[in-house]
């Protein structure tokens, strides 16, 4: 699973953040929500929860209806057949094809050398960026990339979720707000076997925005109509699984969580005065997080809704110890914990550390990796799966892409491609990884692409202790 993108500091993890999903998202000011998993809009008002004006629920569970355009001009750009998501209002410019015969074909490979695959840009040219948003996620049997693509100058823009291998769309959207600038969307998180979308507008006054977020089951076209509010607030990370999704919010500094098959409020689960709070990962109904307070403390927490919050890896004071960028797989978890704090967030020694999954002190069975790279225990992103876990970490002013194999600690500092380096990380899985990867010192509207390698490809890996030059 791949982890959200976090920062060396805290002003780089909202930054970075940015880039990955850089638009308003929903936190509960209006406290208005709607009918969760079922995927459609209720009016009904019996379970106590208030639907928002803007709601379309005339449209169901199967979107369209309700309007009187609810299927678009071909004429406009949007594919024949595509409808509006269920519940989405009459003035909202987004579409969705409902099933796998209406949507696109998934853009094509090509080979970058042996054991890689670059994804091939051919919905558009450089006058455009190549595409926003991107995430990726992977399990044993299956993985998924899904990014916001740019087909040409003032929209429309499409969003895709490819299953791999096979490098077939599985879920596929329009929009029109760099057209119309009326609703937008933003994908928030992918995580198998579910992702998190919102659709969301500013209002007039710019004081907050409605939001509508929908559930997407990785290989189901229809998107499930989750939560709708009308919100005050920014969210900067998200998290999903089958059973919650969550996200962070500042300020305060906090999170909330909304149970993915309830119809309820956004739930307040964790909330500092000040600090950080990041590194959102779900499995189960059991949620992760950081918790940087600048020099008091850096822990590692989890939270479920039956036994609240408790703490998983903590030291007496921040000058013993501090971890963490917890990523897990629902099999194994790693995490960067350090020892000696010598100034700031830098630490005499920093290791990678692993354990199988666990979610309280008592269980959690922890060892030692391989050292880190870097001396501060804030990651810049990773994923884990299969076995591997790929961290990206900083020292010095350069950043090193390590995957790990957690069996043994043997490692490989995997290297870009000439004139190019690696951004964010997608995922990795027991055969290969992928990643986002730029042109360096060269930025153009299609600097970007997306690579896949395969861990085979590597050549052998370095025991732990061995050196981080490329």
């Not at 969307?185 to 507008?201: N, V």
Request: glycine letters at 12%; one cysteine or more; proline letters at 6%.
């Amino acid at each position: 699973m791949s982890s959200w993108t976090s920062k060396g500091a805290y002003s780089l993890l909202v930054a970075t953040l940015f880039f990955v999903a850089c638009t308003p998202s929903c936190h509960s000011e209006d406290h208005v929500a709607s009918g969760a998993g079922s995927g459609g809009a209720s009016s009904s008002h019996s379970s106590g929860v208030v639907i928002p004006s803007y709601v379309n629920a005339s449209s169901g569970t199967d979107g369209g209806g309700g309007c009187s355009h609810d299927y678009p001009d071909p004429g406009a750009g949007v594919p024949t057949g595509w409808i509006r998501p269920p519940g989405s209002p009459c003035d909202c410019d987004v579409y969705i094809s409902p099933d796998q015969q209406h949507m696109k074909a998934a853009s094509p490979w090509k080979s970058c050398g042996d054991g890689c695959s670059e994804l091939v840009r051919d919905w558009s040219d450089d006058t455009v960026y190549t595409f926003g948003a991107v995430m990726g996620t992977a399990s044993s049997n299956a993985k998924w990339i899904a990014y916001k693509r740019y087909l040409k100058a003032g929209g429309p823009n499409e969003f895709q979720v490819v299953r791999l291998p096979e490098n077939k769309v599985v879920f596929d959207e329009f929009e029109f707000s760099d057209i119309h600038a009326n609703w937008s969307t933003s994908p928030r998180r992918l995580t198998s076997p579910k992702g998190l979308l919102e659709i969301w507008q500013s209002l007039v006054d710019n004081s907050g925005h409605k939001s509508l977020l929908y559930v997407l089951d990785l290989d189901d076209p229809m998107p499930h109509l989750s939560f709708a509010a009308t919100v005050g607030w920014h969210a900067y990370e998200a998290a999903i699984s089958p059973d919650l999704w969550a996200m962070t919010f500042q300020p305060p500094y906090s999170w909330k969580w909304h149970a993915s098959s309830a119809a309820n409020e956004l739930q307040l689960g964790y909330q500092i005065g000040g600090g950080a709070l990041f590194g959102l990962e779900t499995v189960g109904s059991n949620l992760f997080f950081s918790v940087w307070l600048g020099g008091k403390a850096s822990d590692i927490m989890v939270f479920d809704p039956v036994g609240g919050n408790r703490t998983l890896v903590t030291f007496p004071s921040k000058t013993v110890g501090g971890a963490c960028c917890l990523l897990t797989d629902g099999k194994d978890m790693t995490w960067l914990q350090g020892a000696d704090l010598v100034g700031d967030d830098t630490y005499a020694a920093v290791n990678l550390m692993a354990a199988p999954f666990a979610t309280s002190v008592a269980e959690l069975k922890p060892h030692v990796v391989r050292p880190a790279f870097q001396k501060s225990v804030i990651a810049g992103g990773g994923a884990i799966g299969g076995g591997y876990a790929l961290y990206s970490e900083a020292a010095n002013g350069q950043v090193r892409k390590i995957l790990t194999r957690l069996s043994d600690g043997y490692y490989w500092v995997v290297a870009p491609r000439q004139g190019r380096d690696w951004s964010q990380i997608l995922y990795v899985d027991s055969e290969e990884f992928a990643m986002v990867e730029e042109l360096v010192g060269k930025f153009t509207y299609g600097s970007w692409t997306i690579v896949r390698r395969s861990i085979a490809s590597l050549g052998p890996p370095r025991p732990p202790g061995s050196g981080f030059d490329p």
